[in-house]
């Protein structure tokens, strides 16, 4: 038996568990704290989508017709050994459903991915990854309103001497009870900027920020999911295995 006939083998024996493994795993962790269009969800899910190519690709090398497949020798009146077949991979069972906290009931011990900011220590001002800029080009002077990411000319805002109003959002599907902003600016806290929701139903709320720096940032749901911004000007990763927000205020 050669090299290629034993993977083919191991695949057909083993890649079912493999994958039973890794779609509770998308269902259970990747999908449950990282909405849709997140970067880590999608990265896992063209993982999966490879995998399953190469192992299809690999078993079909091994049936008989296909080119380049090794045929096994066998008695000129000994009839074919029909092909083993693949066993089907089962759905996952779906992950429960999380029931949102109730506004006036209190949060949660915090319990994820990245901990509370008495536990957290203190990450540099500057990213470990290059930080992409904004890609309208949009700059902001001390006493204007910036949303990330949003090419639209900031609405003029009044604020701190030599700092600049910079309006966070998250759009109104996001559903939760409380949503903090968490970030370098306000040392993590998880009850220091809370965001409020418009008669549009967005989240929303702004900080004042020196320009000229930037800054990692998160959104904590109902004290115990963390939430990225989906207009960030860039992402970078943290020393929890996940990854950050991060504004450029310029």
């Known amino acids: 038996m050669d090299l290629s006939t034993a993977l083919r083998d191991i695949v057909r024996q083993r890649y ?12 259970d962790v990747i999908n ?7 970067l880590v969800r999608v990265t896992f899910e063209r993982f999966l989508t490879s995998l399953d190519e190469f192992a299809e690709r690999l078993l079909a090398e091994g049936q008989p017709g296909t080119p380049g497949a090794p045929e096994e020798p066998r008695p000129p009146d000994a ?15 779906p992950a429960a459903p999380i029931t949102p906290i109730a506004p006036d009931t ?12 008495s536990d957290r ?22 006493g204007t309103s ?16 030599g700092t600049v109003e910079v309006a966070f959002t998250l759009p109104a599907e996001v559903e939760a009870g409380t949503v903090a902003l968490c970030g370098e600016f306000n040392d993590w806290s998880a009850d220091d900027i809370l965001l ?19 800054y990692r940032y998160r959104y904590l749901l109902d004290g115990e999911r963390w939430e990225n911004g989906q207009q960030a000007d860039s992402y970078v990763p943290n020393p929890y295995g996940t990854v950050d927000s991060v504004i450029v205020v310029r």
């Open 106 to 117: 209190p949060a949660a011990p915090i319990a994820s991915d990245t901990p509370a900011a």
């Open 32 to 38: 449950r704290h990282w909405g849709e269009g997140a």
């Open 121 to 142: 220590p203190s990450t540099p001002t500057t990213p470990d990854a290059p930080i992409t800029p904004d890609a309208s080009g949009t700059s902001y002077e001390p």
């Open 196 to 214: 409020e929701r418009e008669p549009d139903r967005t989240w929303r709320t702004t900080v004042a920020l020196e320009p000229g720096r930037s």
């Open 79 to 93: 009839p074919a050994a029909p092909a083993a077949p693949i066993t089907p991979i089962p759905p996952a069972a």
């Open 146 to 161: 910036y949303e990330p990411g949003t090419p639209d000319e900031p609405t003029a805002q009044p604020g701190p001497v």
């Open 16 to 27: 079912p568990a493999l994958r039973r493994s890794l779609t509770a795993m998308e269902q």
